[in-house]
C-alpha cells in the first residue's frame, strides 16, 4: 500500500460568505503557503458583497448581532489548536475570543451609553442615537496577526456596519483561518470580506471607492501611504481611524472609540403630547 | 444560413394568407440546436472587453436602453422623472449621451410626451393588454390607438402566447398586421407623423422551446413587426443569451431573405454593464455591425442605466462609483 499523501488546503479570499479565488488568479508564496494575491477588481467584488450585506445586518436587532459575535468566540475556542498550529501564541488566541466576546457585550449597549436625551427648548423628545455608518474597509495591524485582525472587525460589525478588511500581507494564513471560523458561526455572509495580498494594491481602490463609508487605516504603517490614503478618503468625506502608533498595546483594554468612530448620529424629534 | 433564404420574397408576403400555408412555413424552419445556442452564446460571453473598446460600449449601451417603468404605482411625476433621467442620465457629465427611449404604460405617455418633445428620445408604450395579451382585439387595437394619439412613437405589443401555442398561428399574425395598422401609416396617418414603429413581444420564458422562439420570431417579422422583442418582464424566465441569439439569427436570415431588417430587443433581467458587454459581443458576432444601433437593438432595462453610469463614471474619474450618486428608480 502506498503512503498517503496529505492534503494540502489552498488558501482563497473570504468574499461574500464565499472562499473565492483571486480573480486574477495570482497567488504568492507566504508563511510556506500559497495565498491568494488580491487585485483591485477583487476588492470592488467585496464592496459589492459588503454593501448587499448592509440592509440586513443592520436591520437585524443588536440582541441577535451580539448573540452571533458570541458565537464567532465559540467557534475560535473550538479552533483553538489550529491557530496555534498557525504560530500563533496560545495567548493571542485567548486574547482574541476574548475580544469578540467583549465587544459582543456592546450591542445592545452601544445605544445607551453613546445615545442621548438632549435637552431642547421646546415641547419636543429630542433624541439622539447611534447608527452603523455603513460599509468600512479596514487594514488590519501586521502584528499581532489574529488578535489585530479580530479587534478591528469586531468594532466595525457589531455596530451593524461590514467590513472589507485587507489581512496582513506577512501573516495571512490566521486571516484566512478566521474566515473559516466567521463562515460557520451564523454571520450572514458579506458582513465580513478578507482580503489577503499586498496592501498598495487593494486599499488604494477601497479608500477611493465612492460606495465606502468609512476607512480604518490602523494597519498602514508607511505614514506617506496613510496620508495618501487619507486624501483619497476625502473626496466622499468617508470617516477615518489613523493609523495605530508604533508599539500600541493590542492586550489592553480598546476602549470604545474603534467603535464609536464608525457611527453615524440620528437625532429625532418628536412633540411631547399634553 | 437557413433553407428560408431560397424563397422569393413574393412567396413570404403571400404566407400570411392560409393558415395552413403558414404552419408549413413555420414548422418547416430548420430546428434550434438547443445545446449549439447555449453552447454558442455562453462562449461569445467570454470576450474580455477593455478600456477604449470598453468605453465606447458603455455609450452605445446607453443610447441603446429603453428606460422601462411598468409598474401598477407608476405616477406621473415618477414617470416625468424618468423621462428627465433619460434625457440626461448623469447630469454631472454632459458628454454622457441620452438614452434611446422611454418606455411607460399608455396612461402615462401624455407625461412623458410633455418632457421628452423634440429632444430625439423616442417615446415607447406597451399596450394590447400588456402583458398578458389576453383581451379582445377591438380593445387591444384601441389600447394602440389611444397610446399612439397621446404622442408614442413606438409601440410594444404583446403577442397572444394562447393563440401561438394552440397552434393557430393565423390569428397571431392577423392581430399582428392589425396592430400595425393602428400604429398608423407613413402617409400621413397620425396626421403627418411618421407611423408608431412596432416592437412584437414575443414573451420568450412562456414559449417553451427555441423552435418555438424562432417560429414566432419569423411570425412577428411576417406580419410587419419592426422590433422583436424577448419578454415583458412580468415572468420569471426574461431574456437570456441563448434567446436572444435564436432571435439575432432570425432577423439574421429574414433579412437576407426579403431585404427588410428587423430590429431586436431583449428586455428583463439584464442588470449589469457586463450582461450588457455580452449581448452587443453577440449582435456583432451574430447579425453584424448594421444592428450595433439604437435603430436597431434595444435593451428594456431599468436598473441596468444606473449600471452602466457607475461603470462610466469609473472609466473617467478612475475611482468606483457608488449608487448613492445616482438617482434611484
Not at chain 1, 129 to 155: D, K, Q, R
Not at chain 2, 192 to 221: C, F, Q
Request: overall charge neutral.
Amino acid at each position: 500500500m502506498s503512503e498517503r499523501v496529505a492534503v494540502r488546503k489552498t488558501y482563497k479570499l473570504f468574499i461574500g460568505g464565499k472562499f473565492p479565488r483571486s480573480e486574477s488568479g495570482r497567488s504568492y508564496l507566504v508563511q510556506s503557503a500559497n495565498v491568494s494575491l488580491a487585485s483591485r477588481k477583487d476588492a470592488r467584488d467585496a464592496v459589492v458583497a459588503a454593501r448587499a450585506a448592509v440592509k440586513g445586518w443592520a436591520g437585524a436587532t443588536a440582541y441577535n448581532r451580539g448573540q452571533i459575535l458570541y458565537r464567532v468566540a465559540e467557534m475560535l475556542e473550538g479552533r483553538r489548536a489550529q491557530f496555534v498550529a498557525l504560530g500563533v501564541p496560545a495567548d493571542e488566541v485567548d486574547a482574541a475570543i476574548d475580544r469578540w466576546v467583549w465587544y459582543a457585550g456592546w450591542s445592545d449597549k452601544v445605544a445607551q451609553v453613546y445615545g442621548s436625551a438632549n435637552p431642547v427648548a421646546g415641547p419636543y423628545f429630542n433624541l439622539s442615537a447611534p447608527e452603523p455608518t455603513g460599509v468600512v474597509a479596514a487594514v488590519a495591524p501586521e502584528e499581532p496577526a489574529l488578535l489585530g485582525l479580530v479587534s478591528v472587525i469586531a468594532p466595525a460589525i457589531v455596530t451593524g456596519n461590514t467590513v472589507v478588511v485587507a489581512a496582513s500581507p506577512a501573516a495571512p494564513l490566521a486571516a484566512v483561518t478566521l474566515a473559516e471560523v466567521l463562515a460557520t458561526s451564523d454571520l450572514p455572509g458579506g458582513v465580513v470580506n478578507i482580503l489577503t495580498g499586498r496592501l498598495t494594491e487593494t486599499v488604494p481602490t477601497l479608500a477611493a471607492h465612492m460606495d465606502v463609508n468609512a476607512l480604518d487605516l490602523t494597519g498602514v504603517a508607511d505614514a506617506e501611504l496613510a496620508a495618501d490614503l487619507e486624501i483619497k478618503a476625502a473626496e466622499n468625506l468617508k470617516r477615518v481611524l489613523r493609523p495605530a502608533p508604533a508599539g500600541h498595546d493590542w492586550y489592553a483594554d480598546p476602549g470604545i472609540t474603534r467603535l464609536t468612530t464608525l457611527l453615524e448620529t440620528k437625532t429625532v424629534w418628536h412633540p411631547k403630547g399634553v | 444560413m437557413t433553407a428560408t433564404t431560397t424563397s422569393a420574397r413574393s412567396d413570404l408576403t403571400e404566407l400570411g394568407r392560409s393558415e395552413t400555408a403558414l404552419r408549413t412555413f413555420l414548422h418547416g424552419l430548420p430546428g434550434v440546436d438547443q445545446v449549439g445556442a447555449e453552447q454558442r452564446a455562453a462562449q461569445l460571453g467570454t470576450r474580455s472587453i477593455k478600456t477604449t473598446a470598453k468605453a465606447e460600449a458603455i455609450d452605445l449601451a446607453i443610447r441603446m436602453v429603453d428606460l422601462t417603468t411598468l409598474e401598477g404605482a407608476d405616477t406621473p411625476g415618477k414617470v416625468r422623472a424618468l423621462a428627465a433621467k433619460a434625457l440626461r442620465p448623469d447630469p454631472a457629465d454632459p458628454s454622457c449621451p441620452h438614452v434611446g427611449a422611454v418606455c411607460v404604460y399608455p396612461a402615462m405617455v401624455p407625461h412623458v410626451a410633455e418632457v421628452l418633445r423634440g429632444s430625439g428620445v423616442h417615446l415607447a408604450s406597451v399596450a394590447t393588454a400588456f402583458p398578458s395579451g389576453q383581451a379582445p382585439l377591438e380593445i387591444k387595437l384601441a389600447d394602440v390607438r389611444a397610446a399612439v394619439e397621446a404622442g408614442a412613437d413606438e409601440i410594444d405589443m404583446v403577442i397572444n402566447r394562447g393563440a401561438f401555442l394552440a397552434g393557430r398561428y393565423s390569428e397571431v399574425y392577423d392581430e399582428i398586421k392589425a396592430v400595425k395598422e393602428a400604429c398608423g401609416s407613413a402617409d400621413g396617418g397620425r396626421q403627418g407623423r411618421p407611423a408608431a414603429h412596432l416592437k412584437v413581444i414575443l414573451e420568450t420564458g412562456e414559449l417553451a422551446t427555441y423552435d418555438n422562439v424562432r417560429r414566432a420570431s419569423w411570425l412577428a417579422m411576417l406580419a410587419g413587426g419592426d422590433f422583436i422583442k424577448t419578454s415583458t418582464g412580468k415572468v420569471p424566465v426574461a431574456a437570456t443569451p441563448p434567446v436572444t441569439l435564436v432571435m439575432l439569427e432570425a432577423v439574421r436570415d429574414f433579412r437576407a431573405a426579403t431585404g427588410r431588417q428587423v430590429g431586436v430587443k431583449p428586455a428583463g433581467g439584464i442588470k449589469t454593464t457586463k450582461d450588457a458587454i455580452k449581448y452587443l459581443v453577440m449582435v456583432n458576432e451574430t447579425v453584424g455591425a448594421d444592428w450595433l444601433s439604437p435603430d436597431w437593438f434595444r435593451f428594456g432595462a431599468s436598473s441596468l442605466l444606473n449600471d452602466l453610469l457607475m461603470q462610466r463614471t469609473k472609466l473617467t474619474t478612475g475611482v468606483y462609483a457608488g449608487p448613492d450618486y445616482f438617482t434611484l428608480d
